[in-house]
T-cell receptor, first 113, second 114 residues
Framework: AQSVTQLDSHVSVSEGTPVLLRCNYS??????LFWYVQHPNKGLQLLLK??????LVKGINGFEAEFKKSETSFHLTKPSAHMSDAAEYFC???????????FGKGTHLIIQP | DGGITQSPKYLFRKEGQNVTLSCEQN?????MYWYRQDPGQGLRLIYY???????QKGDIAEGYSVSREKKESFPLTVTSAQKNPTAFYLC?????????????FGPGTRLTVL
């Protein structure tokens, strides 16, 4: 079994300040973890993925995430927010075996000018 | 340009009617997926297909049907048996060797039942 919890439904930051979107997971297997971004009324775009290689993963648009097994976390960060980062972000886990993907409920990122 | 197209973008249906959502990809991907998204919720898997003429039920397949007659096409039919069909529907695809990984998503179809 696998599950994922995004700890904040909404996050608001000022443009130019750091972004932190939190994600905890559980999995019976060594997981693969993903962050996707969705702009309004659009499909999802893969930001980055962790698949048991380096624990610090760099993605597109300046985002990165760190896999911490001891904390079962995969938080998404960006040093400096841009207005174009305003969107919905989904943390996704793939545990293995016959399990598919499990999506978190999403975090709505708001960027204040 | 390679990608996934979904049509129509918006769809309105009367209760009791079946409706078919189109999904086409030119990425040469073997695997295709259908998800449903409701407000404030993550995506939930309806059906997926790893290869032509084969598909499996996902977590919420009741009231839906699919076909996979061609590699590039994976249409979804929302039947009258689906009790709450109003939602945003997303189609995705991936390379078969990367099942469940690196999914590429279409722009979605928003279905509203009147």
């Amino acid at each position: 079994a696998q599950s994922v919890t995004q700890l904040d439904s909404h996050v608001s930051v000022s443009e130019g300040t750091p972004v932190l979107l939190r994600c905890n997971y559980s999995s019976s297997y060594s997981p693969s973890l993903f962050w996707y971004v969705q702009h309004p009324n659009k499909g999802l775009q893969l930001l980055l993925k962790y698949t048991s290689a380096a624990t610090l993963v760099k993605g597109i648009n300046g985002f990165e995430a760190e896999f911490k097994k001891s904390e079962t976390s995969f938080h998404l960060t960006k040093p400096s927010a841009h207005m174009s980062d305003a969107a919905e972000y989904f943390c996704v886990v793939r545990g293995g075996g016959a399990d598919g993907l499990t999506f978190g409920k999403g975090t709505h990122l708001i960027i204040q000018p | 340009d390679g990608g996934i197209t979904q049509s129509p973008k918006y769809l309105f249906r009367k209760e009791g009617q079946n409706v078919t959502l189109s999904c086409e990809q030119n990425l040469n991907h073997d695997a295709m997926y259908w998800y449903r998204q409701d407000p404030g919720q993550g995506l939930r898997l309806i059906y997926y297909s790893q290869i032509v003429n084969d598909f499996q039920k996902g977590d919420i397949a009741e009231g839906y049907s699919v076909s996979r007659e061609k590699k590039e096409s994976f249409p979804l039919t929302v039947t009258s048996a689906q009790k709450n069909p109003t939602a945003f529907y997303l189609c995705a695809s991936s390379v078969r060797g990367n099942l469940w990984r690196e999914q590429f998503f279409g722009p979605g179809t928003r279905l509203t039942v009147l």
